[in-house]
């Protein structure tokens, strides 16, 4: 593949060792296994960690390595190749929610929980959705109601993801004015997910299976005013502060397992035999190839493109917002003509292809469904 020519040799060679790390300290068949057991990547992650490259967009004078939007994509591209369960959900949340913390956290929370984080030994997930809070999120209503130092929260989060793992810090939006309407009035708390009166109920969910996602239910949960992120009232410019960021890593990882789905596809193509000669002879499984292919190149166009102008410094939500559109579905594409092509083996977890048409399936809902994003694109297209 003539990618290769786009990437710096730095980046090129950043791009080679997140490939190696992936197949060989992780490995498809661990990735597999977490989803096939439902069990939370906790070894891939402290391997993550060891390596330093949950620091990857923390400054070196913070304990990260500093890195920059590209850096970011390359390293989602590679992690994402055997799930993006794995790499969006169990990685990017947590390496982003980080983000925004030190942004907008107090210096002694920074303290508090930064080396923690970049030591595996806290990770952070974020609860927004509600049960009548889906793609409008400013129609929470998760109240958190002041009392003498502390908080009281009471609601209920539909969907956080990795919200059951040992050490998980949920940032959660919460209205503190109940007064308010929509955006104002909101504020993030970062809430340990073992605090008393705080039940996470697990969710049967057709992907995201390794991180798992949970409904949270609080009632009356004691949460200290301490852990408070920025200002009361801020949480919308929160929570929304880092969004590129997490789409860019979204569309990286979307990406990536799409560029595995058709590696894999092809494989399979030019090993089975059918009627004397292998399946790839077929000139509709060649042209279903070539298709499958060209999205996923286009696809990494989009990535890159979004990342170089996230670098640069320009405004790129419109450029993200296509990144995400595109990637998700691309994986849903390939990854529905990937089974296709695999015929029954396609359908068997060890074909991996099942994993990632099922992931597929929840890449154009979830971090903004692509009626959403469609939407956000059509907003930069009005007339001038
Ligand atoms: C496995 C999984 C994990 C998740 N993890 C988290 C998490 O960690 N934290 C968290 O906060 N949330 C999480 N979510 C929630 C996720 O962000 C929402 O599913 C997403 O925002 C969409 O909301 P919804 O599912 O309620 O769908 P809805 O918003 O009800 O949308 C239903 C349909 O209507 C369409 N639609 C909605 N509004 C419009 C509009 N204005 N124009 C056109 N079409 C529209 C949507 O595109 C969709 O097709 C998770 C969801 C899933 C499935």
Not at 246 to 274: F, K, N, P, W
Request: hydrophobic share 40%.
């Amino acid at each position: 593949m003539a990618f290769e020519n786009f990437l710096s040799d730095e980046q090129q060679s950043w791009r080679d060792t997140c490939n190696r790390f992936i197949d060989r300290e992780i490995t498809r068949e661990y990735i597999r296994k977490c989803d096939m057991e439902r069990t939370y990547y906790y070894e891939a992650y402290e391997k993550i960690a060891a390596q330093g490259w949950l620091g990857l967009m923390i400054p070196e004078d913070q304990g990260g390595i500093g890195g920059d939007a590209m850096d970011w994509v390359i390293f989602f591209e590679a992690m994402g190749k055997y799930s993006n369960d794995f790499s969006a959900a169990t990685l990017g949340v947590s390496m982003y929610t980080a983000q925004a913390l030190l942004h907008f956290g107090r210096a002694d929370q920074v303290a508090q929980y930064i080396d923690a984080y970049l030591k595996a030994k806290v990770r952070f997930c974020i609860a927004i959705s509600e049960p009548q809070a889906g793609s409008d999120a400013a129609a929470i209503r998760t109240r958190a109601k002041k009392d003498g130092e502390d908080y009281l929260v009471t609601g209920l989060k539909q969907w956080c993801s990795g919200s059951s793992a040992k050490g998980a810090i949920i940032a959660m939006l919460v209205r503190t004015d109940p007064e308010s309407t929509r955006r104002s009035g909101l504020t993030v708390l970062l809430v340990p997910n073992d605090l008393p009166n705080l039940e996470l109920r697990k969710l049967n969910t057709l992907a995201r299976r390794g991180t798992g996602t949970n409904q949270i239910f609080l009632d009356e949960v004691r949460v200290p005013s301490a852990n408070r992120l920025g200002v009361e009232g801020q949480g919308w410019e929160i929570i929304t502060s880092h969004l590129e960021l997490e789409r860019l890593s979204i569309a990286a990882s979307m990406m990536g397992c799409a560029q595995q789905a058709v590696t894999d596809a092809l494989q399979y193509a030019h090993t089975r035999e059918q009627f004397g000669q292998t399946i790839f002879n077929f000139q509709v499984l060649k042209h279903m190839l070539a298709d499958m292919q060209t999205k996923v190149d286009a696809a990494r166009l989009l990535v890159y493109r979004a990342a170089g102008m996230h670098q640069a410094g320009q405004p790129c939500g419109r450029e993200v917002s296509m990144a995400k559109l595109f990637a998700s579905e691309t994986l849903q594409e390939v990854t529905r003509n990937g089974v296709q092509i695999m015929g029954g083996h396609g359908m068997l977890p060890e074909a991996d292809m099942e994993r990632y048409f099922r992931e597929g399936m929840q890449a154009t809902v979830g971090g903004g469904s692509s009626q959403i994003m469609r939407t956000i694109i059509a907003q930069s297209m009005k007339k001038k």
